[in-house]
């Protein structure tokens, strides 16, 4: 098809910047591994490259990636690993840096992710480390990764039960979002990154909140391919969202008054509480359940904003809460928030749909209206039974 065809699907690039200089790029893209050479290979270039992906992604996409890089003379190595969140660990970066060292990777060499946000993660990590720094680029396989893990700039692994406790703001060199991986990737993963977009929607644009909400089920239906249109658009806003607010505060060193820390106040807890039985999406999606109910209690959000929002948590099947949203463990999550924002628990609450405002102090939330919120959410949940993840 010739490139002006309305059937081939129009890429995008975006550019993450700061300071007014730009840092690297996400190119959202159709077809990645169809023709070599191509976009990957030319960022690429004449360096070596070591391929980290998982079991599953290798015997789905493994052999397309390989073929490609051949095709176009790339000198790469393939490593494939367990990388489920319960590998998300430093044996897992030690395991990759080991495999980089017998490879004998050199410093101008670089990483390439093929996966989900774990994948990402701890690639970068491994990156960061080696020889104090090696280059990665990302090519991410789950909805969650193209519009979030792999798209910032922190990488991470789980360490003494804690989430993301060890990790490094290395940014990457590029980022190739093509939305063709998610044919295969299973509904439950498809609708766990519909969390992420829901976030971004909720605090920063209601077009997108609706466009999710009213064509979300075709999008899950068709794994995003149909309406192409549509699903193109979802992905494109969200990247550009995530990047517009990653590039205020990149390093997190501005202050901790962060609009996509939405949605990641208690999902630590609850994921670290269930032992990872709870997934990082379904826990994001329970984290923006309870803060929407905060923010009713302290006033902030009219009730009928949280109908419309409760509609797309029906149309994306997302949970409500689960077993684990108890008022401990959400003030477990509080404690841990204001270690983690330098004192002050900055929770974000959305005022309407694509606004937020930030409750600074822990001191407004107190363990009553933690406990009002799970109980709500629980009995919403009871008139939806797919609402609660983990009681299973
Ligand atoms: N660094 C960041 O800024 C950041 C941001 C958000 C989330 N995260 C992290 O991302 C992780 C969650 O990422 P995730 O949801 O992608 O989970 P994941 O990486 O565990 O992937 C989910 C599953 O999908 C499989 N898979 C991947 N691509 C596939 C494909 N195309 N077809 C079929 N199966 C496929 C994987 O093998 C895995 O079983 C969490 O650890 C979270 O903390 C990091």
């Known amino acids: 098809m010739a490139a002006h065809d309305p059937r081939v699907r129009q890429g995008k690039r975006f550019e993450m910047r700061w300071n007014g200089h730009r840092s690297y790029d996400v190119v959202a893209t159709h ?14 270039g004449a360096r070596r490259v070591l391929s980290v992906t998982t079991p599953t992604v290798d015997a789905l996409h493994g052999r397309a990636l390989q ?21 998300k660990t430093m044996e897992s970066v030690l395991a990759l ?29 491994a990156a960061s480390l080696t020889r104090r720094g090696l280059p990665y680029i990302c090519v991410p396989t789950t909805l969650l990764a193209q519009v979030d893990a792999a798209i910032g700039l922190k990488t991470g692994v789980n360490f003494g039960g804690r989430k993301n406790y060890l990790g490094s703001f290395v940014p990457p060199e590029a980022v ?19 969390a992420e977009i829901l976030k971004i929607a909720l605090v920063r644009d209601e077009e997108l909140f609706s ?4 064509r979300g089920p075709e999008l899950l239906e068709s794994h995003f391919a149909s309406p ?9 806003r969200s990247i550009a969202l995530m990047l517009d607010e990653l590039s205020r ?23 670290e509480t269930s032992l990872h039985r709870v997934l990082h999406g379904d826990a994001v999606a329970i984290d923006i359940a309870v803060s929407c109910m905060i923010a009713i209690e302290l006033g902030l959000l009219p009730e009928y904003e949280w109908h419309r929002i409760l509609a797309a948590y029906r149309a994306l099947g997302l949970p409500l809460t689960s077993v684990y949203c108890t008022a401990d463990v959400l003030g477990r999550g509080v404690e841990a928030a204001v270690a983690h924002r330098g004192g002050r628990l900055n929770l974000v609450v959305p005022t309407t749909v694509g606004c937020a405002t930030f409750v600074p102090d822990a001191a407004s939330i107190d363990r009553g209206l933690l ?12 008139a939806r039974p797919r609402a609660t993840v983990a009681a299973t």
């Open 211 to 214: 466009l999710l909400t009213e």
């Open 176 to 194: 190739f979002v093509d939305i063709g991986f998610l044919r295969t990737l299973p509904a439950d993963d498809l609708r766990r990154g519909t």
């Open 31 to 44: 077809d990645l591994l169809r023709r070599a050479p191509g976009e990957l290979s030319a960022a690429i």
């Open 228 to 236: 192409a249109r549509v699903a193109d658009l979802v992905i494109h």
């Open 371 to 382: 406990e009002r919120a799970a109980d709500r959410l629980a009995l919403e949940a009871t």
């Open 97 to 125: 840096c080991g495999h980089a060292q017998r490879a004998g990777l050199g410093r101008r060499d670089l990483l390439l992710a093929f996966g989900g946000g774990v994948c990402c993660d701890v690639v970068g990590l």
């Open 249 to 271: 505060n990149p390093y997190e060193d501005r202050g901790y008054e962060r609009l996509v820390d939405f949605g990641h106040t208690f999902s630590p807890a609850i994921e």
């Open 67 to 87: 073929r490609h890089l051949r095709d176009a003379g790339v000198d790469a190595d393939h490593f494939v690993v367990q990388l489920g969140e319960a590998h």
